[in-house]
């Protein structure tokens, strides 16, 4: 039996003063050892797992498996050769003797603790590889493919990070005649928008430089996109195209690709167009942006019985931002998107990284450390600098009247 009061309640009134009480009644522990002690140590281990990532490389795959129904809505593509550097695209033919095409990536986080520095440096990226920055959960990869895709998949479940940066390095002449595009494309429940540099006159091959975002906010829980500030400039044998975004937005997939034409010919909207929906019709396919966040066999999950309060009173404490969750459960063992254990989750089921907001008992993966991974309640006060307010919970955050509460359990 679980029960919820408020702190400094005295044992023999903390039933009538209890916010919630429930018990199971299946026996359930005694397959497992008897009593909790037992269970974690024989069955259910409080050891952390790996982090979150969201799985960019599926995306990946389809369109390297789907990338001549790509590269066929060009006219005279032209299929450029990588050359041997680790982080840029080096073609004659796009880019004489100059040190070809580049991507940079630059995240910047603002949440505690802020001595722990995610490991996302501002970087170029090297292509073919994958790299994942914890904090944030964000995950980045690239093919060589033809056209090339790279993507970004921006988990930043906590909204720790609050600028991104990403640019497209080109070394061509300023003689170069160039023409920009931009548009949408809404796709059942996912957006694009992409907006493209095409380049034309200095060399034997044109090229446009396509960045473009996808978000879902029914299957992917994608933030509303902030405002996006163009980055472009123009120098004597190079230039930057590229976007920085100043807010924190999350489940929110960024990419870039370069398409290319033989004879310097510029590449015209509408082929850019149908392009940028190629892709939206490929990413569409993506079922779950994080489908490595969830998980259902290795934790237990025990239908309780109320006896004070019930499940509407459970909904009404929980944080409006990890809703819906289903209630009348307690449940042993969560994991959150740091890979940190908890070791209960009361009156609840979840089975993805919203657990730490709801479940107690947290031991943190030493392997990554975040704030409030290690105390009983975990992270019911939500994200950093959240305003808790007394008997309402808002946003990632419960009320303070549940942070000051406590939680006993009773079995025999």
Not at 37 to 45: D, G, I, T, W
């Amino acid at each position: 039996m679980l029960r919820h009061v408020i702190n400094q309640t005295p044992l023999e009134s903390s039933r009538e003063q209890s916010i919630l009480q429930y018990q199971t009644d299946n026996g359930f522990m005694q397959i497992y050892g008897g009593n909790l002690h037992a269970m974690f140590n024989l069955r259910y281990q409080l050891k952390p797992e790996n982090v979150f990532y969201p799985d960019v490389n599926s995306m990946l795959d389809r369109l390297e498996a789907k990338d001549t129904e790509i590269t066929n809505l060009i006219t005279d593509f032209y299929p450029y050769s990588y050359g041997t550097h680790p982080s840029r695209l080096e073609d004659s033919n796009l880019f004489g003797n100059y040190y070809g095409m580049a991507i940079y990536f630059n995240p910047d986080q603002n949440c505690y603790p802020y001595e722990y520095k995610a490991n996302c440096p501002s970087d170029d990226v090297d292509y073919g590889l994958d790299f994942g920055c914890d904090l944030g959960n964000m995950m980045q990869s690239s093919r060589k493919m033809r056209p090339f895709v790279a993507l970004f998949a921006v988990g930043n479940f906590d909204h720790c990070f609050y600028y991104l940066h990403f640019r497209a390095t080109s070394y061509r002449p300023s003689t170069d005649f160039f023409r920009e595009y931009k548009g949408n494309h809404i796709l059942n429940n996912f957006f694009l928008h992409y907006e493209a540099q095409c380049r034309y006159g200095a060399f034997d091959a044109s090229l446009c430089d396509v960045w473009f975002y996808v978000s879902n906010a029914k299957e992917w829980q994608s933030s509303e996109m902030p405002p996006i500030e163009l980055y472009n400039r123009t120098y004597t044998s190079d230039y930057y195209f590229g976007w920085t975004i100043r807010e924190a937005v999350s489940n929110t997939l960024f990419g870039y690709t370069m398409v290319s034409r033989r004879n310097s010919v510029l590449i015209p909207e509408i082929e850019i167009n149908a392009v940028a929906y190629k892709l939206l019709e490929i990413i569409s396919e993506t079922g779950n942006f994080c489908p490595d966040c969830y998980y259902d066999d290795d934790v237990l999950s025990v239908p309780v019985q109320f006896s004070i309060g019930n499940a509407s009173v459970v909904n009404s404490m929980l944080p409006p931002s990890v809703k819906p969750l289903q209630t009348g459960f307690v449940q042993f063992r969560a994991y959150g998107r740091t890979g940190s254990v908890y070791a209960m989750c009361p009156a609840v089921k979840v089975n993805d990284w919203r657990s730490e907001f709801v479940c107690i008992g947290g031991m943190m993966n030493p392997d990554s450390p975040y704030l409030d991974d290690c105390n009983d309640f975990t992270n019911w006060n939500g994200l950093p600098n959240t305003a808790v307010q007394e008997v309402t919970p808002v946003d990632y955050a419960h009320s303070q009247r549940d942070l000051d509460s406590t939680i006993l359990i009773f079995y025999r």
